[in-house]
């Protein structure tokens, strides 16, 4: 009988943990997830995985108590599951809070990558470890290039991007210096309804299902004309997982090679619970109302602006394509319309 893989996640309680985990349950991986400890319970994107009873030989999705800037714990944790994969989702990865939090940015991002990284060549004679960084489109921050590639400059704008910068250089010194089998996922946007609530796109989207089932209040939003590259993050993490499938170790981008405005995120959104805007004024005085009523549905508000905007990212996933047969499958509109019926789905029965 054919040995189960051992993955180990950061990150697990995450968008693309979640989804990762059980992604690699149907691949009958044995999945190890570390999470931080804190004092409220948060799990909810996992617990329909996730078994308390430890003892069970059956269970293979297990969780552990960590934290990436701890090099005795992350050492001691893949020591004791010597994972095949390592798979590197843990990040303070909001890049508004970023700005407010630069030093735990960098520690979290970048020193949290050398710790398992050290621990990893450390086993070398022991286990070959694969390892895969979840690198990100902000670093690339405000680029002359229009649809960006692997070959595309680094330039970020934020503490988050260049955090990064430094985590993604570190993957390939680790690599190139010590022979260990470790690759950055470049990932553009990737939302789906298991996105954080104070990310962009599932702020929209859970907005819009309030205002669906009644709730008046006005949705404030930062630089309407910032261009994305958005998937699903469901897709994404199959990606991520082909990467560490692949014969050699490979940096790629992950995207849709489209790109949409914060505006046309939000006017599909409304769409889809059959409000068209109508758009009147400029700059911090911009707002959106419902064109049959004349209510107001959005406002510009000069808070939700960075220190230093990131403006338009596009990203080319043809390396992807070619080398993994990787191609994200669901559009822009079929992405925000889960979103939205989903957080209407949730919200039904709460009252806000």
Not at 211 to 229: A, Q, T, V
Not at 278 to 287: H, I, N, R, S
Not at 309 to 320: D, F, R, T
Request: with cysteine.
């Amino acid at each position: 009988m054919k040995k189960k893989k051992i993955a180990l996640i950061t990150g697990i309680t995450g968008q693309d943990g979640a989804y990762l985990a059980k992604f690699l349950l149907k691949k009958n991986y044995k999945v190890f997830g570390i999470k931080r400890r804190t004092s409220t319970i948060n799990t909810s994107r996992i617990d329909d995985i996730y078994q308390e009873d430890t003892s069970n030989k059956k269970n293979n999705f297990i969780l552990k108590y960590g934290d990436v800037t701890d090099p005795a714990n992350i050492n001691s944790l893949i020591n004791e599951i010597l994972p095949d994969e390592v798979y590197n989702l843990a990040a303070q990865s909001h890049v508004q809070v970023s700005f407010a939090t630069p030093l735990y940015t960098s520690m979290t991002n970048s020193l949290g990558v050398i710790n398992i990284l050290e621990s990893i060549k450390e086993l070398r004679s022991k286990k070959k470890i694969k390892f895969y960084q979840a690198s990100t489109s902000e670093m690339f921050g405000n680029h002359t290039q229009k649809i960006l590639n692997e070959k595309s400059n680094f330039k970020p704008v934020s503490p988050y991007g260049s955090s990064k910068v430094f985590a993604y250089w570190l993957t390939k010194n680790y690599r190139d210096s010590y022979d260990i089998f470790a690759v950055n996922g470049i990932l553009f946007n990737h939302e789906s309804p298991l996105r954080g609530e104070t990310f962009i796109s599932r702020k929209v989207s859970i907005h819009v299902a309030k205002k669906f089932l009644g709730e008046k209040k006005i949705l404030r939003i930062g630089n309407l004309y910032s261009k994305r590259d958005w998937g699903h993050a469901e897709e994404y993490v199959e990606g991520m997982w082909k990467m560490m499938q692949h014969k050699e170790p490979q940096d790629l981008i992950l995207a849709t090679n489209k790109s949409y405005t914060v505006k046309e995120f939000i006017e599909r959104a409304f769409k889809e619970i059959n409000i068209k805007l109508k758009w009147v004024g400029k700059g911090l005085k911009e707002k959106a109302v419902n064109s049959k009523t004349g209510e107001i549905c959005v406002m510009v508000d000069e808070k939700y602006y960075r220190p230093n905007e990131l403006h338009y990212l596009k990203g080319n996933p043809q390396k992807a394509f070619k080398n993994l047969k990787w191609k994200p499958k669901i559009n822009f509109n079929t992405l925000i319309k889960e979103m939205v019926h989903s957080d209407i789905a949730k919200f039904e029965n709460d009252k806000f």
